[in-house]
C-alpha cells in the first residue's frame, strides 16, 4: 500500500482489516479455484474433482461445505437421483468475478517473470 492509498494510519488499518476478512473468507488453495470451475454453470462432485487439479476428495468435499455455509455455493440434490447433487455458485459468488480476473493477470505475469521471460520492470 503507498501513501495514495493509505493517507491515514486510521484509513491503513481499515484497509489492512478488509483484506485480511477478504482473505479469511476466499483464502486458502482452493477456494478461488472452486468459484472459478464453476463460473460456466453446475458441476457435479466428480467433474469438480477433475477440474480443480490436485485437490483430494476428502478436501474439496470439506471446502465445499465451507463455502456453502459462507454463502458462496449452493448444493442442488437431484430428486430423481440418489445420491446425486450439483454444485452451483450463488449470485454473491459472481462479486468475485474481477478478483479473480485480476488474480488470472497477474499468476500469468508472475509465471512469465519467474520463468525469465518477463523483463524487469520497476513499480510505479
Known amino acids: 500500500m503507498d501513501?495514495?492509498?493509505?493517507?491515514s494510519p486510521e484509513h491503513c488499518?481499515?484497509?489492512?482489516?478488509?483484506?485480511?476478512d477478504a482473505l479469511y473468507a476466499i483464502g486458502g488453495k482452493w477456494k478461488l479455484q472452486i468459484i472459478s470451475a464453476?463460473?460456466?454453470?453446475?458441476?457435479?462432485f466428480?467433474?469438480?474433482?477433475?477440474?480443480v487439479i490436485g485437490i483430494s476428495a476428502k478436501v474439496l468435499s470439506n471446502e465445499l461445505k465451507?463455502?456453502?455455509l459462507n454463502?458462496?455455493?449452493?448444493?442442488?440434490?437431484?430428486?430423481?437421483?440418489?445420491?446425486?447433487?450439483?454444485?452451483?455458485?450463488t449470485t454473491y459468488s459472481f462479486t468475485l468475478g474481477n478478483v479473480l480476473g485480476a488474480l488470472s493477470e497477474w499468476g500469468t505475469?508472475?509465471?512469465k517473470k519467474i520463468t525469465?521471460?518477463?523483463e524487469e520492470t520497476t513499480a510505479p
Open 116 to 118: 525469465g521471460r518477463l
Open 38 to 44: 464453476l463460473m460456466d454453470g453446475k458441476k457435479r
Open 71 to 89: 454463502g458462496f455455493i449452493r448444493r442442488v440434490a437431484h430428486a430423481d437421483i440418489k445420491h446425486v447433487a450439483e454444485y452451483e455458485l
Open 13 to 20: 488499518k481499515g484497509q489492512l482489516n478488509a483484506i485480511g
Open 46 to 51: 466428480n467433474e469438480l474433482q477433475r477440474l
Open 109 to 111: 505475469m508472475h509465471r
Open 3 to 7: 501513501q495514495n492509498n493509505c493517507p
Open 66 to 68: 465451507e463455502m456453502e
